[in-house]
């Protein structure tokens, strides 16, 4: 199998630094539109097959999103990996710059060149999705920093409603959701537009505990369940798949989760699990039987939260609503 020609690539919210591992060379372009056509021209000059060249990238939020549409544009293979990773591959290093980081990315590459997959277009309506989605949770994180404020005068200043810093932070409040509303309803035109999108919303929220705001989150992070194959790897990604920590016949430590995970996926699914714990049978029971026996009470909502995601991964492979069976279960 050939290897592609692996070019290592620092992004950062004005320039970019790439790095060839084979030819050991370094150029900067600016991030934008001007910038990007030198990238080509650097590849022709080296006299490099366009087809076998692979960029490897740190992800960067939208600090990468025009270049990843101009590499899709021109048909040049890219792969994205997560900077934890690459840090962790390198070992003891002293020092830190764009050009070194570049190196460094080139270099995993390099050594990872037969593991890489290259990152497919994403659907136009998916990418606006995943922004109007990540602007609504800024837009309410903002508006919780709000209401907290309003309660700290309140309690401790003993403000009246009627005072000017009470209103104006209460009319902010009011705006937050006025936009807040906004963006839940271009959501929902989105997701009634296509009808996998609209299909699987439903089927998401026949499962106990799953509300709109876990559905439209899961089928984001899952890509509209094209990038996770299975339920454990999305268990993985969320932080609450288990792992065993032992090592010979000393080390027995206790099976826990990982802490490196989507923290907000996380959230969702636990509250999820803390209200399927109330709403639906089995799941109560499972989980008094469980902590009655001697369980504790944060592993055994850990386990109803992948019982949740294993029943989300099954009403979408079935492509059927989750019907509850208690007696069966039980």
């Known amino acids: 199998m050939k290897l592609p020609h692996i070019i290592g690539a620092d992004i950062s919210k004005k320039s970019i630094d790439f790095a060839s591992h084979l030819f050991s060379t370094h150029f900067q372009i600016e991030n934008n539109s001007s910038g990007f056509p030198v990238l080509i021209k650097w590849i022709q000059e080296k006299k490099i097959s366009m087809s076998n060249v692979m960029i490897v990238m740190e992800h960067t939020g939208l600090y990468s999103y025009q270049f990843e549409q101009f590499l899709h544009r021109n048909h040049i293979r890219f792969t994205k990996v997560p900077a934890l990773e690459i840090k962790l591959s390198t070992g003891m290093v002293r020092g830190k710059s764009d050009k070194r980081d570049a190196y460094r990315i080139a270099r995993y590459g390099f050594e990872k060149a037969t593991r890489l997959v290259a990152v497919e277009p994403a659907d136009q309506d998916l990418q606006r999705l995943q922004i109007l989605y990540s602007t609504r949770e800024r837009l309410i994180r903002n508006k919780a920093g709000l209401m907290n404020a309003v309660k700290m005068y309140q309690e401790t200043c003993c403000l009246p409603q009627t005072d000017v810093i009470i209103k104006s932070q209460l009319q902010l409040i009011k705006n937050f959701d006025r936009q807040i509303e906004k963006l839940n309803q271009e959501m929902r035109n989105i997701i009634e537009s296509q009808k996998t999108f609209s299909d699987n919303y439903r089927l998401l929220q026949s499962v106990k505990g799953v509300g709109p705001v876990l559905a439209l989150a899961t089928i984001i992070r899952t890509k509209n369940f094209t990038c996770f194959t299975t339920a454990r790897k999305l268990a993985c990604c969320c932080g609450t798949a288990p792992f065993e920590k032992t090592s010979g016949t000393s080390v027995r430590g206790k099976t826990k989760v990982s802490k490196l995970a989507d923290k907000r996926m996380k959230t969702l699914l636990d509250l999820a699990a803390k209200s399927a714990i109330q709403y639906d049978k089995e799941l109560r029971e499972y989980y008094l039987k469980r902590t009655q026996s001697g ?28 019907v509850e069976n208690y007696l069966q279960a039980a």
């Open 295 to 322: 369980k504790s009470k944060m592993s055994t909502i850990n386990v109803v939260r992948n019982k949740i995601l294993y029943r989300m991964f099954a009403v979408i492979k079935r492509q059927t609503p989750f």
